[in-house]
C-alpha cells in the first residue's frame, strides 16, 4: 500500500504545481511598454499638421515633426480623407504620418518619441510591431528604412516659431527596420521584428532611418514627381509576448480578443472540447509560455483532438473563426 500512496502523492503534487502556475499564467496579461500605441488620446481635434501643437499624449518630436490624424480632424487632418491620402485607422479612430525619405535632403527625415511604460530588461527578449501605409496623395515615392531604435537619451525636436531646435535623433542607428519598400496604399502592412536587449531602455523613437548604401525608393505614382515618401502609422507595439506583439488584430479590440473561453478538461491529456454555447471556431493555436507557436489543431464538432504528443506544461491558447482570433484560453497539459 505504501508504494501506492507514494505514487498517489507525487502525482496530487504534480497536479497541483501545475495548476499553482497555471493560475499564475492565467493572472499575466500582455503588456504593451508603449504608452498611446494607436495614438487615441490627444488634448484637441486637429486643425492643422504638426502632432505636437494637439497634445497627443506620451509622444513628442524626435527629429522634426509628425502629423497627427483623427476621424475628428478637418479635410486636411481628418479620417479617412486628409492631406495625404485616403486611409481608414488600422485601430481606432486616429493615426499618425511622417515623413520617411526626401531624394533632395535625406537628413529631413521625420521621427516621433516616446517614453515606455518601463524601461527594458537586459537579456530579455522583446517583441516589436507597429503598422504602416504610404500616403500617396501629395508624395509619390515608398522607400524602406522605416524602423524604430531604443535609447537612454529623450532626443527631442521642436518648432520654436523660427527654426526647430533640440537635440535630433540621429538616423543611422534603427534596431530593426524594412529592408522591403511597403507600397500598400489601400490597406496596412505590418512591420515587426525582435531584438535581445543589451541595456535598461526607456524610450522608443519610430520614423524613417538611414539604410546602408542607401535607402531605396520606388515610384508609386508614376505621373507626379515630389521626390518624397510619406507614411501613415497605426498601432505601435513592444511586448515581451510575441503572440500579443505580433497579433494582426487591431489593439482597439483587445478587449475582444484578449477574452477567456473556459476549455475542458483542464488539465487535460489528450483532448479538449469547446463550451456548448461558443459558435464559429474553426482552429486553434497552441503557443508555449516563451511565446513560440507550437501546435496547430482544427475544431471538430467542438473537439480538438490529438494533443497527446504535446509537452507537459502550460498553453496559452489563441480560437481562430473565420475574422481572425476571437478569444483566448489558458490551459495545462498532463503526461
Not at 522583446?126 to 503598422?131: A, C, G, I, L, Q
Not at 540621429?170 to 521584428?193: E, F, V
Request: aromatic residues 12%; hydrophobic residues 40%; glycine residues 10%.
Amino acid at each position: 500500500m505504501r508504494p501506492s500512496n507514494n505514487k498517489h502523492s507525487t502525482m496530487l503534487c504534480r497536479v497541483l504545481l501545475v495548476l499553482m502556475n497555471l493560475l499564475l499564467f492565467q493572472g499575466y496579461e500582455a503588456q504593451n511598454l508603449v504608452p498611446n500605441g494607436s495614438f487615441e488620446e490627444f488634448e484637441e481635434c486637429p486643425s492643422t499638421l504638426y502632432a505636437d501643437a494637439y497634445g497627443l499624449s506620451s509622444w513628442s518630436s524626435s527629429r522634426f515633426s509628425v502629423d497627427l490624424y483623427s476621424a475628428c480632424g478637418n479635410q486636411f487632418t481628418g479620417i479617412p480623407s486628409n492631406s495625404f491620402g485616403y486611409q481608414e485607422a488600422f485601430s481606432g479612430d486616429s493615426y499618425v504620418g511622417f515623413g520617411a525619405f526626401k531624394l533632395f535632403n535625406p537628413e529631413l527625415k521625420e521621427h516621433l518619441l516616446t517614453e515606455l511604460i518601463s524601461p527594458l530588461t537586459i537579456g530579455e527578449t522583446y517583441y516589436f510591431s507597429m503598422w504602416l501605409s504610404p500616403g500617396e496623395a501629395e508624395r509619390d515615392l515608398g522607400t524602406n528604412g522605416m524602423g524604430c531604435m531604443l535609447t537612454n537619451i529623450p532626443y527631442y525636436h521642436e518648432f520654436d516659431g523660427i527654426q526647430f531646435v533640440g537635440n535630433p535623433s540621429p538616423l543611422d542607428r534603427a534596431m530593426i527596420s524594412t529592408t522591403d519598400i511597403i507600397t500598400d496604399t489601400i490597406g496596412w502592412t505590418q512591420m515587426k521584428g525582435s531584438f535581445v536587449a543589451d541595456s535598461t531602455y526607456q524610450y522608443l523613437i519610430i520614423g524613417g532611418f538611414d539604410v546602408p548604401g542607401g535607402n531605396d525608393t520606388l515610384h508609386l505614382r508614376p505621373n507626379a514627381f515630389s521626390g518624397e515618401a510619406y507614411y501613415f502609422l497605426d498601432d505601435v507595439r513592444l511586448s515581451t509576448d510575441s503572440v500579443f506583439a505580433y497579433s494582426e488584430n487591431p489593439s482597439s479590440l483587445k478587449e475582444r480578443v484578449l477574452s477567456e473561453f473556459v476549455l475542458f478538461p483542464n488539465p487535460f491529456i489528450d483532448e479538449l472540447m469547446l463550451p456548448i454555447a461558443v459558435e464559429g471556431i474553426s482552429a486553434v493555436e497552441f503557443y508555449d509560455i516563451r511565446g513560440a507557436r507550437v501546435h496547430e489543431a482544427a475544431v471538430i464538432h467542438r473537439r480538438i483532438q490529438g494533443l497527446g504528443h504535446l509537452e507537459t506544461g502550460i498553453y496559452l491558447l489563441q480560437l481562430i473563426g473565420q475574422e481572425g482570433t476571437i478569444g483566448y484560453s489558458r490551459v495545462v497539459k498532463l503526461e
